[in-house]
């Protein structure tokens, strides 16, 4: 057994997987999917389920690592933004070099803070320096550099 994906279904597929591109050096995984039918429909219980999108490679693990699902469907369910504390999954983490140097190319790319950059000793583990923020379609990222 091994964690295949992650998904997040968006407003504009391509340009928010380009954002995950430019900010943390995912690569676009060929092909790019356009799925709709029956099979579609049935699999995820959506009626009329159409959708484009692509899988993104995560940086860290490899050619064959999991991947980042980056899917637009023709109808997309309402929403609120996610909040740290909301029950579910609620956001994405990148262990990253410099949390303030990939927090500024988060900004340069459309996404912003939503915490403040923090650290703190974890007794027994290490230094952790990390903030929450958000993509530029509101969903959350953790950034996180360890000592």
Same mark, same amino acid.
């Given at each position: 057994?091994?964690?295949?994906?992650?998904?997040?279904?968006?407003?504009?597929?391509?340009?928010?997987?380009?954002?995950?591109?430019?900010?943390?050096?995912?690569?676009?995984?060929?092909?790019?999917?356009?799925?709709?039918?029956?099979?579609?429909?049935?699999?995820?219980?959506?009626?009329?389920?159409?959708?484009?999108?692509?899988?993104? *490679?995560?940086?860290?693990?490899?050619?064959?690592?999991? +991947? /980042? %699902?980056?899917?637009?469907?023709?109808?997309? =369910?309402?929403? @609120?933004?996610?909040?740290?504390?909301?029950?579910?999954?609620?956001? *994405?983490?990148?262990?990253?070099?410099?949390?303030?140097? +990939? /927090? %500024?190319?988060?900004?340069?790319?459309?996404? =912003?803070?939503? @915490?403040?950059?923090?650290?703190?000793?974890?007794?027994?583990?290490?230094?952790?320096?990390?903030?929450?923020?958000?993509?530029?379609?509101?969903?959350?990222?953790?950034?996180?550099?360890?000592?």
């Amino acid at each position: 057994m091994r964690y295949a994906h992650t998904n997040i279904v968006s407003h504009n597929w391509k340009s928010l997987a380009e954002f995950y591109v430019k900010t943390f050096e995912c690569k676009i995984v060929p092909p790019i999917r356009s799925q709709a039918g029956n099979w579609l429909e049935k699999g995820t219980g959506v009626k009329n389920a159409q959708l484009e999108g692509a899988h993104l *490679l995560l940086p860290g693990h490899g050619e064959n690592g999991p +991947t /980042l %699902e980056i899917y637009q469907y023709a109808h997309i =369910e309402k929403q @609120g933004l996610p909040v740290p504390n909301q029950r579910g999954f609620t956001h *994405l983490a990148f262990e990253v070099d410099s949390v303030e140097k +990939t /927090l %500024e190319n988060m900004k340069k790319n459309g996404g =912003e803070p939503f @915490g403040q950059i923090t650290t703190k000793e974890v007794k027994g583990v290490g230094e952790i320096t990390f903030i929450y923020a958000r993509d530029p379609e509101g969903n959350l990222i953790e950034l996180q550099s360890w000592k």
